[in-house]
């Protein structure tokens, strides 16, 4: 106990944009008519907490954050005005790893961790002009291990790491019959 250490991180981050999408009727490459006007505003917010516990050459680390992400679309030329939104809330993603430390120079790492992406802005609302509220974030496992050394100095640093990534709901791009861009959730991702 006396040669051991233990640290506790925790926090919130909060993020806010605002975006206005007009989508105008291509005429032979110039500027045409006004065919939507959408007002987007994206919130993204979350806690997260890391214990790290080094004990003598060990270092292992927990972490969790939960997170909340929303959008509202608001369409200025419906009439009335049409509004929409959608939520990806209380969403965990936890990580644990683990790193043994080998002298000053050398360490063997380990971890596992889940995390996801949700849809950005331009998936949600694409150029065909459409919007998919429908669409699930992309959600992972990652494994992940490797070596790491530095020089004498700390003037030089290199790691080798091999990992497995696993995701689900992965988000790809589609054409529809008049070249417009969606997007939708099409099936798992094995990355090695």
């Known amino acids: 106990i006396n040669q051991s250490r233990l640290t506790w991180h925790t926090g919130i981050e909060y993020q806010k944009s605002f975006s206005n999408v007009k989508v105008f009727l291509n005429e032979s490459g110039k500027k045409g008519s006004l065919q939507s006007s959408d007002e987007i505003h994206n919130q993204q917010h979350f806690l997260f907490t890391q214990l790290n516990w080094q004990i003598k050459d060990w270092i292992i680390s927990g972490s969790v954050s939960l997170n909340n992400t929303n959008t509202s679309i608001e369409n200025d030329l419906s009439n009335p005005p049409f509004s929409s939104g959608y939520q990806y809330k209380n969403i965990v993603a936890p990580r ?6 080998i002298g000053s120079q050398y360490a063997l790492f380990a971890s596992v961790a889940k995390g996801f992406s949700p849809p950005a ?38 790691e080798t790491n091999f990992f497995y990534f696993q995701m689900k709901n992965t988000i790809v791009q589609r054409r529809d019959a008049a070249g417009g861009d969606y997007f939708i959730n099409a099936g798992s991702t094995r990355q090695k």
């Open 121 to 158: 802005t331009a998936e949600v609302f694409p150029s065909g002009g459409v919007i998919n509220a429908t669409l699930a974030p992309e959600t992972g496992i990652n494994y992940e291990s490797g070596f790491r050394a530095s020089s004498n100095n700390n003037r030089f640093y290199g």
């Open 96 to 101: 644990l790893a683990i790193i043994k430390k």
